[in-house]
Structures are given as structure tokens and as C-alpha cells.
């Protein structure tokens, strides 16, 4: 598995996990009749579809390369960004899942947020819809970009591809299944990569410890390279962890309520019903993987000799299969960061296709297209998004965590103040709405330049809670509900 070199076994193990992802869109295409089967599968998804398709597309590839190397060069540390976002996933499912499903079924069978917001608003309907769609569109193209950079150093760390190469070839394979099966293909896909992302972060850090001679001898080893990576209340150098670094790694957790890709898939559930049995499953996926995944960069620490170099840290859980596993075993094993990447970067082009698709073309060019060329739409709007993505992705130098930290956030603060609020606080005005979204949404982007003092502070942070304040904010009593 050194690079430069193609393991047959590997490359073997990767085509035929591809070959079967494909074959999965195309039979979904055969189910997909129109707009609402092609973004929200008719609204049939059972239970375990829905939990594992919304954490699935919700973790992506930082889950196997971003927070095991956070994990890797920050110790214990990184243990509150997983406190924070299995709290968030509690909050999500149970405070806007069932409100959610239900309301924009209620609003004339919302099929996207953009619709919704303007169907629950109509005397902003038309600005918050065009508004929504271009922030999604926005913060999409980061957010798809972070897992082509995530397919990129897996192909070329694995497969021994150059990285350029390796981030076409994730994007053809990506855009390939979305283009076909739509969003029955990317929830089906979901479900089969949710469980080989669970196993493997099991599996590896297991045999870590395992062959490091139990758990003492794994955390002596820690010990040794750096005491101050065993304290979660300091940092890698020794410093206390202040105000500004809890409340960043903790805020993760406010994301939640704001990621378009997973909240689509509360509301494609079949019922509420569907959603309690969900969730159930939902918390004992996150909690187990997320811990696999912390353990994943906490085996490596002690492990790996000599370290990682700088700038590497995010390929640890690559080495690790790499140095502990056969090379079939590894292939499956590695197929599961690719089951990482997909899982998410196929929601993440869907929804911003109906972004473009259906809340941009569809209503406001050509409002009386019908079902079929709003589909051929959406699957040219995959194509038309996934270029920009590609390029940003070619751009050297770029980290998993940093990009998906900043769509998480510019999400978050844009529409989860505003979801909450408006599918809880029944007299909510339009323009209130879009007063809301305007300020989270441009909060993160303006946070994101400054430095500094309190602006080290996580950009999703302020940005949530200054979209929340113009939506708490008292007044008259409210129209537009």
C-alpha cells in the first residue's frame, strides 16, 4: 500500500464497491417519476433509511480523515466537538424532525427549504426563496469541495494517484449516482455506506489496541509523545482551554439545525411515526461512530512512529489500515472513507441542484415546466454545481475540517435560528424571516475574516445567536403565519 504503487486487491475492492453504488442509482432511476421522487423519494423512507441516509450525509469524509486528525494532533481536546455534535443530533431530531416533516407536507408539499420558507412566508416568498437558494448554493460548493479534497487524499494516499487525478475521479463517481437515481439513490446508498462507516471505525482502533497490548499500553504511549494530549481541559502546548475554545468546539453542535442535506431527510420519513423509531437508531449510530472516530486519531498518536508529518494529520486513519490490515480487509476498510465522502457530497449536490433547479428555474424562470423538465433540470443543475466544487477542491493546500467547518457554520446560522423559530413560533413575520437569514448568513462569512480575541470565537457561534436575537427580538404582533 505505499504510494505510488496499485495493490490489486485494493484497487479490486474499490471498483466493485463503485460498480455497486452505480447499480443502485440505476435502478433508482427506474423509480424516479418526477420532481417529488427525484428530491424527497415520495416521502417513503422507512426507519433505518432515514436515520442512517441523514448521518450519513451528515458526518461525511471528516468523520474518517477530519476529526480522527484533529483527534491525532489535539488529544482529548477534540473529545468536545463530539460532545457538542451528539447533543446537536439529539436536539435535531427531537425538536425540529417531527415539526418539520409534519409542516412542510402542511405547506402544499414543500419539496425543498427554500419552498417551504416561502410558502410559511408569503409576504417575503419570493426573497427568501431566491435568498435560501443562493446561500445554499454558497455554502454548498464548500462543503461539496471538502469531500472531494477528502476523496482526493484518499485515492492518492490508497491507490497512489495523483491528487488532481484522484479528485476527478471522485467527482465522476459522485455525480455519476446522483445524476441517474436522484434522491431514492443517494438515501439507498446511504444506508449500505452507514454501516461500513460504523464498522470500520470499529474495527480499526480495536486492533490498535490490540496490537499495542490493551489499553494501558495505548494510553502510555500517548503519554509518552505529549502527557498534555491525555487533559481535555488544556491544549496541545499546555495552555488552559478558555472561554472562546469550549464555546468553539461545542458550537458545532448549533449546526444542526440548519444542514439542508440532513433535513431532507426528516422530511422524505414516511410519517412522524417513522421519525421516533429513526432517531433511536440515528443516536446509537453517532454516539458509536463518532467515539471510533475520536479512538481512530487517539491509536494513531502512539502509534504511528515516526509522526505524521505536518499537514498530514488528517490521513491517520488511512495509515493505520494501511500498516495494520491485509490488503483485501484494507480495501474494505478504505471503502468506507469513500462510503464517507459519497454519503455526503451526493446529498450536498442534490440539494443545491434544487436549489438551482427547482427554487431558481422551476419557480421563478419557468414556473409551468413540467415534472419531466424539472428532473432533466435537477440532473444538469448536479453537473453545473459539481465544476465549481472540482475547483476549488484542485486548490492546494486545503484541509477537510477548515472547509466543512465553514459551510457547517454558514448553514447553521442561516437557516437553523430561522427554522426553529418559525416552526415553533407561529406568529413570525416575512420580513423578520429574511432579516434573520440575511444576518446569519452574512455574520459567518464577514466572522470568518476577522482574528483575533473573540474573533477566534467559531463564526457559527455569533452567527446563530445574531440571527436569533433580530428573530427574539419583541415588536408588533407579527403577520405572514
Same mark, same amino acid.
Given at each position: ?198 464498522? $470500520?471505525? /470499529?474495527? &480499526? ?5 490490540? %496490537?499495542?497490548?490493551? #489499553?494501558? =499500553? @495505548?494510553? +502510555?504511549?500517548? !503519554? ?110 478504505? $471503502?468506507? /472513507?469513500? &462510503? ?5 457530497? %451526493?446529498?450536498?449536490? #442534490?440539494? =443545491? @441542484?434544487? +436549489?438551482?433547479? !427547482? ?123
Amino acid at each position: 500500500m505505499n504510494q505510488g504503487a496499485l495493490d490489486p486487491a485494493i484497487l479490486a475492492t474499490f471498483a466493485g464497491y463503485i460498480l455497486a453504488m452505480l447499480g443502485i442509482g440505476l435502478f433508482a432511476m427506474r423509480r424516479t417519476r418526477n420532481m417529488g421522487d427525484y428530491l424527497l423519494g415520495g416521502r417513503r423512507l422507512g426507519p433505518w433509511v432515514t436515520a442512517l441516509s441523514a448521518e450519513a450525509s451528515d458526518m461525511s469524509g471528516w468523520l474518517l480523515l477530519g476529526l480522527p486528525g484533529y483527534a491525532y494532533i489535539a488529544g482529548m481536546e477534540a473529545g468536545w466537538i463530539a460532545l457538542g455534535l451528539l447533543v446537536g443530533t439529539w436536539a435535531n431530531w427531537t425538536l425540529m424532525a417531527p415539526a418539520l416533516r409534519r409542516q412542510t407536507f402542511a405547506c402544499g408539499d414543500a419539496l425543498t427549504l427554500p419552498e417551504f420558507l416561502a410558502r410559511r412566508f408569503p409576504d417575503r416568498a419570493r426573497a427568501l426563496r431566491i435568498g435560501a437558494a443562493i446561500f445554499i448554493l454558497v455554502f454548498f460548493t464548500l462543503y461539496t469541495a471538502s469531500g472531494l479534497v477528502a476523496g482526493g487524499k484518499l485515492f492518492e494516499s490508497a491507490l497512489g494517484l495523483p491528487y488532481t487525478t484522484a479528485v476527478l475521479v471522485s467527482a465522476a463517481v459522485i455525480v455519476g449516482y446522483t445524476f441517474l437515481g436522484g434522491f431514492l439513490a443517494v438515501s439507498w446508498t446511504d444506508l449500505v455506506q452507514g454501516l461500513l462507516m460504523g464498522a $470500520a471505525l /470499529v474495527a &480499526a482502533p480495536l486492533i490498535v489496541v490490540f %496490537d499495542q497490548g490493551g #489499553l494501558a =499500553a @495505548s494510553l +502510555a504511549a500517548i !503519554e509518552a509523545r505529549n502527557p498534555h494530549l491525555l487533559d481535555p481541559l488544556v491544549s496541545a502546548s499546555g495552555e488552559p482551554l478558555g472561554f472562546v475554545a469550549l464555546a468553539s468546539l461545542l458550537g458545532w453542535g448549533l449546526g444542526y439545525f440548519g444542514q439542508p442535506h440532513i433535513l431532507a431527510r426528516f422530511m422524505a420519513a414516511r410519517d412522524t411515526a417513522t421519525l421516533r423509531g429513526a432517531r433511536r437508531i440515528a443516536m446509537g449510530w453517532v454516539t458509536l461512530t463518532l467515539l471510533g472516530a475520536l479512538l481512530v486519531g487517539w491509536a494513531g498518536i502512539g502509534y504511528l512512529d515516526p509522526p505524521l508529518p505536518d499537514g498530514e494529520h488528517e490521513k491517520v486513519f488511512l495509515k493505520l489500515v494501511a500498516l495494520l490490515f491485509h490488503p483485501v480487509m484494507a480495501g474494505i476498510l478504505l $471503502a468506507a /472513507v469513500l &462510503a464517507a465522502i459519497m454519503s455526503t457530497a %451526493d446529498s450536498q449536490l #442534490l440539494v =443545491a @441542484s434544487s +436549489a438551482l433547479a !427547482e427554487d431558481l428555474y422551476a419557480n421563478s424562470l419557468r414556473p409551468e415546466a413540467p415534472h419531466s423538465v424539472r428532473v432533466q433540470a435537477g440532473r444538469i443543475a448536479v453537473l453545473a454545481i459539481a465544476v465549481p466544487a472540482v475547483m476549488l477542491a484542485l486548490q492546494p493546500g486545503n484541509q477537510v475540517l477548515d472547509l466543512v467547518a465553514w459551510a457547517w457554520a454558514g448553514f447553521g446560522a442561516t437557516f437553523g435560528p430561522l427554522l426553529l423559530f418559525g416552526l415553533h413560533r407561529r406568529e413570525l413575520s416575512g420580513t423578520r424571516a429574511l432579516a434573520a437569514m440575511i444576518t446569519g448568513g452574512l455574520t459567518v462569512l464577514v466572522w470568518k475574516r476577522l482574528e483575533g480575541g473573540l474573533f477566534d470565537l467559531y463564526e457559527l457561534v455569533p452567527g446563530f445567536f445574531a440571527a436569533s436575537l433580530v428573530l427574539a427580538m419583541p415588536g408588533s404582533k407579527e403577520a405572514g403565519s
